[in-house]
């Protein structure tokens, strides 16, 4: 980042700054962070990449996007071709079932090739657009356990105080 910024200084300076892909800071990822879970393997999107968009359609046939389902201070959960997740409700948290008899529809295959994940899987975008988490059906308790960690509670669930009690 220091040698970006001092790179677009100097051009500056001369009269020659041109903003590319690089400012725009796009490719940045976060892979090997704390705050990336991947618990299965395979191609496509990781914990811890900036999350694609693709359209898609919703349930009554109306397009809309990816970037759309994210948009706003919440966390989304997507899941591809999955029943409806073995996870606790939580406020900041929004679940979409991504197939055929889900509440989105990928129609053209845009979100499969982008994200790569098999039926069943999940992934958890952040609310700054980043993938957090990337689990099979098995990897739920991760999921509750990261999700929990990241202070995304469930509902009813109460913290306790530092002495331990309630």
Not at 95 to 122: K, M, N, Q, T
Not at 152 to 164: E, F, I, M, N
Request: overall charge positive; some cysteine.
């Amino acid at each position: 980042m220091l040698g970006l910024s001092t790179r677009l200084l100097d051009e500056m300076k001369e009269g020659t700054m041109r903003r590319g892909r690089a400012t725009r800071q796009l490719d940045l990822g976060y892979p090997d962070s704390s705050l990336a879970l991947q618990t299965r393997l395979g191609n496509g999107v990781r914990a811890g990449d900036r999350a694609p968009d693709a359209p898609l359609r919703g349930a009554g046939g109306q397009p809309t996007r990816l970037f759309s389902l994210f948009r706003g201070p919440h966390w989304t959960l997507l899941g591809f071709e999955a029943g409806r997740p073995a996870i606790a409700p939580r406020p900041h948290l929004r679940v979409h079932i991504v197939g055929p008899r889900g509440d989105v529809v990928d129609g053209c295959g845009h979100f499969r090739d982008a994200y790569g994940l098999s039926p069943g899987e999940w992934v958890l975008v952040r609310p700054d657009g980043y993938v957090g988490a990337i689990v099979g059906a098995g990897g739920i308790p991760a999921l509750e356990r990261y999700l929990a960690e990241a202070g995304v509670t469930a509902l009813g669930w109460r913290a306790r105080s530092v002495s331990g009690s309630k």
